[in-house]
C-alpha cells in the first residue's frame, strides 16, 4: 500500500484532486479534519481532555461539544491553541495510523490522507509521500470569489495565515500544478500515480 498526504492552500483544488483519486484508482481518502472532529465528540477519545482542560463551559444542552464555544476559548489565546493541539494531534495520529493498517489489511492499494496541516503537523514521518496541489494565488483568488462568494480581504486573510507556496513546496516530495482545466488537473496526477506505483 501507498501512502500519500495531500496539502494545499485554500481554493487550489485539493477536493477536485480527492475525487478523482477515488474515482479512478479506489484510493480510500481520509481527512484530517473530519477525524478530529470525530475524536471530539462524547465517548470518544479527546473528549474527556478537552473538558478536564477547558472546563464544561465549551459544552452545549447535549453535552457534545459547541463549536462556536470552543472555537471563541481556543483562538482568544496562543496558549489555548497549544493546549488543543497537544491533545488532537497526537490522537488524530494515532487513529491515522491505525486506520492505515486496517485499510492495508483489507487490501487497499493507494491511501490518500488530506490535512491542511499537514507539514507542520509532522505527518511525513508516517506517509510515504506529501503532494501540494498548487494553484497561482490569483487563480485560487478567483475561484473562491466565484465558488464561495468571498471578499477580496476575507481571501487576503485566509491566504496570510497559510504556509507560503515556496514552504509548501520545501515540504513535500511532489507538486502537482492545478492552474488549468479538470483535465490537465487529471492528467498531473495521473502521472504522479504511475511514477508511485511504479517505484
Known amino acids: 500500500m501507498i501512502s500519500i498526504g495531500i496539502t494545499g492552500g485554500v481554493g487550489t483544488g485539493k477536493s477536485e484532486a480527492l475525487a478523482y483519486l477515488k474515482d479512478k484508482y479506489g484510493a480510500v481518502i481520509l481527512l484530517a479534519d473530519e477525524a478530529a472532529r470525530m475524536l471530539e465528540e462524547k465517548g470518544r477519545p479527546c473528549y474527556n481532555n478537552l473538558v478536564k482542560v477547558f472546563g464544561v463551559d465549551i459544552l452545549d444542552e447535549a453535552g457534545e461539544i459547541n463549536k462556536k464555544k470552543f472555537a471563541d476559548i481556543i483562538f482568544s489565546d496562543s496558549e489555548n491553541v497549544k493546549k488543543v493541539n497537544g491533545i488532537i494531534h497526537p490522537a488524530v495520529k494515532e487513529y491515522i495510523l491505525n486506520r492505515m493498517a486496517l485499510e492495508e489489511k483489507d487490501g487497499c492499494r493507494i491511501f490518500i490522507?488530506?490535512?491542511?496541516?499537514?507539514?507542520?503537523?509532522?505527518?511525513?514521518?508516517?506517509?510515504?509521500?506529501?503532494?501540494?496541489?498548487?494553484?497561482?494565488?490569483?487563480?485560487?483568488?478567483?475561484?473562491?470569489?466565484?465558488?464561495?462568494?468571498?471578499?477580496?480581504?476575507?481571501?487576503?486573510d485566509i491566504m496570510s495565515h497559510q504556509l507560503s507556496e515556496k514552504e509548501f513546496i520545501a515540504g513535500c516530495d511532489r507538486v502537482i500544478e492545478n492552474n488549468g482545466t479538470t483535465e490537465k488537473l487529471h492528467q498531473n496526477i495521473d502521472r504522479c500515480v504511475a511514477e508511485v506505483l511504479k517505484a
Do not use: M
Open 113 to 156: 490522507l488530506e490535512a491542511a496541516l499537514l507539514i507542520e503537523n509532522g505527518y511525513g514521518e508516517i506517509l510515504d509521500e506529501l503532494w501540494y496541489i498548487h494553484t497561482f494565488p490569483e487563480v485560487r483568488a478567483k475561484r473562491l470569489r466565484e465558488s464561495r462568494g468571498y471578499s477580496d480581504e476575507k481571501i487576503r
